[in-house]
């Protein structure tokens, strides 16, 4: 027997997250500490082979290669060095345009990536 | 009084939730019922007020929290008797009937207080009904006075309206609601008529993970708003948020204010902690409206859905345990889409079955998988059927959702050939969804 979190009602603002002891399973606080912006993300693009990138070079980024993120009005891009879209983040990831409006910039780097069978890239992103 | 002209004043009922911890998910302890509306108009910087019926014992903690969460008047419009107001909450991610338990609700009582607190200094009401009459609430409010209803359980007939009519400005009703499954379950004029009579200048109907309709009653205009899709934390109160919002900002246009409610509800749909909710509001308000409709999102009106067949692969026969597929075909159901289960339509085959009976049966299938326009798969215990189903949808070019609640089939050509593969109920659900939804979009 213990607490189990429903002890008093604890979702102030302004507090710090915290589990409450005992045998279960309450969460307490105001604020998670966990800022979806500020953590780090692995994708695989869509859209490689109908990419900016892949059109002109008929190539891929290798591994290594370094990305950053680009918002076109419409869709999520990881682009090259060179501002060439590489390719286009899943819209799962269009939570990073409010991240981008409020300032937070992102930079990449292939983790791997191929020509054939079909062109494919995935990408390691670190807030900056 | 004081005149608060701006300011949104939320009346209803104050409960407490109870989120039941569940498969690893922790129990929540939150002041439920309007305090979610409150949450949400907090997070969005609205100024607001409440007036709510909650029982005594509330009242100390409700003043407390809604002080915290900058309401700028309680307003105890009365006592509940008879019990707790406490709701259990058993799915908080709304795949299927949300399995709320109001504790005692049959034998609940609401006492207005005598005389009634007065009402009149606000002008932007939004009501969201419960167990009390709310035309004896009409005469608390001055004349001036505009009305918002969120109406979700408690209201299964307009005429309750009537002592409103020309001054209400919007009605919003969920898809989950039983006024909506009476009224509008089939027809959308059916719906459109009956809130006509109380002549609103919008109706916003709220279509869960399909997204939102606003319709404008004034020219007929209806505006599409769709639905973020994420993982869902808790979906309890997401929409009186939504409503809270877009009454809070109806000054700046309906159609601006049911965005800006919309990306207030995915907010609130992805946190429990206010906070966090607060900052992601905010941040998302920085974004322009034209910025916000060209990221678009999932548009899945409720009442297209039933124009989409989905074929359910599994081994769905009387003597399997497949408790996983009941609740993943209960849910599709819940969200009206066109369930067509291959063992329902052509039957079970008797054990052993003759050869005629396999092959009638094999062609029967086949013929009911091209006629489908998408597969939900559930592969339980790796059953042979189901495994070539997939293929065979692939192979058409269908869009195949492959549930695996067990992890048994974690293999290149089930997981790569799949639109969406998950162990998650919910993210196979957003993953049919978003499948439909982008079917009808290439078809206008």
């Given at each position: 027997m213990g607490s189990s979190g429903s002890g008093h009602f604890s979702d102030y603002p302004g507090t710090k997250a915290k589990e409450v002891a005992g045998d279960g399973s309450g969460m307490a606080g105001g604020?998670?500490?966990?800022d979806k912006c500020k953590q780090a993300f692995h994708v695989l693009l869509d859209d490689v082979g109908n990419s900016d990138f892949y059109s002109r070079f008929k190539n891929v980024p290798t591994a290594g290669a370094q990305l950053g993120i680009l918002f076109d009005k419409k869709r999520v891009f990881a682009v090259d060095v060179n501002g060439f879209k590489v390719g286009a983040l899943p819209?799962?990831?269009?939570y990073l345009v409010t991240c981008l409006a409020n300032g937070v910039t992102y930079v990449g780097v292939v983790r791997s990536s191929a020509v054939s069978p079909v062109p494919t890239v995935d990408a390691d992103f670190a807030p900056k | 009084m004081m005149t608060h002209t701006d300011a949104v004043l939320v009346v209803g009922e104050i409960v407490v939730d109870y989120t039941l911890a569940q498969h690893g998910a922790m129990c929540k302890l939150r002041l439920g019922g309007v305090v979610h509306a409150a949450r949400g108009l907090w997070a969005a910087e609205l100024e607001y007020s409440v007036a709510a019926f909650c029982p005594r014992y509330l009242v100390d903690e409700a003043k407390r929290y809604l002080t915290e969460c900058g309401c700028k008047e309680f307003i105890w419009l009365g006592d509940v008797v008879g019990a707790p107001n406490v709701i259990l909450i058993g799915?908080?991610?709304?795949?299927?009937?949300?399995?709320?338990e109001d504790l005692m609700r049959d034998t609940k009582v609401v006492k207005f207080h005598d005389p009634l607190p007065r009402l009149?200094?606000?002008?932007k009401i939004l009501v969201f009904p419960?167990?009390?009459?709310i035309n004896v609430l009409a005469?608390?409010?001055?004349?001036?006075a505009r009305f918002s209803f969120d109406i979700a359980?408690?209201?299964?007939?307009?005429?309750?309206?009537e002592a409103f009519k020309e001054r209400v400005q919007a009605v919003i009703i969920s898809t989950s609601s039983s006024l909506f499954m009476k009224l509008?379950?089939?027809?959308?004029e059916g719906l459109l008529d009956a809130v006509r009579t109380v002549s609103p200048t919008v109706l916003l109907l709220k279509e869960n993970r399909g997204g939102s309709r606003l319709f404008?009653?004034?020219?007929g205009v209806v505006e599409e708003i769709p639905a973020t899709l994420g993982h869902t934390v808790n979906s309890v109160g997401v929409g009186d948020v939504y409503s809270a919002v877009m009454v809070g900002l109806s000054h700046k246009g309906w159609t601006q204010a049911a965005w800006r409610g919309c990306q207030a509800a995915t907010a609130y749909s992805q946190s429990t902690f206010p906070d966090d909710i607060k900052r992601d509001m905010q941040r998302g308000f920085r974004l322009s409206l034209d910025v916000l409709q060209a990221l678009g999102g999932t548009t899945l009106p409720w009442h297209d859905r039933q124009s989409y067949s989905i074929y359910l692969a599994?081994?769905?026969?009387?003597y399997v345990e497949k408790q996983e597929l009941d609740r993943a075909a209960d849910g599709l159901t819940y969200h009206n889409f066109r369930v067509r289960r291959p063992i329902i339509a052509n039957g079970e085959l008797k054990r052993p079955a003759s050869e005629s009976d396999l092959q009638r049966t094999y062609h029967m299938d086949c013929q009911l998988l091209k006629e489908c326009d998408t597969v939900f798969a559930i592969?339980?215990?790796?059953d042979p059927g189901t495994l070539v189903e997939i293929g065979m949808a692939i192979e058409m070019g269908k869009p195949v959702i492959t549930y695996d609640p067990r992890h048994e089939n974690e293999n290149t050509m089930v997981v790569v050939g799949s639109s969406v593969y998950s162990a998650n109920l919910d993210a196979c659900l957003n993953g049919t969804f978003n499948a439909i939804a982008g079917l009808r979009a290439k078809s206008r």
């Open positions: 604020a998670s500490g966990v819209t799962s990831f269009n | 799915d908080v991610t709304e795949v299927s009937h949300q399995g709320y009149n200094g606000y002008q419960g167990k009390f009459d005469s608390a409010f001055s004349e001036e359980y408690d209201l299964d007939d307009l005429s309750a309206l509008g379950k089939d027809d959308i404008d009653l004034r020219d599994g081994p769905d026969f009387s592969p339980l215990d790796r």
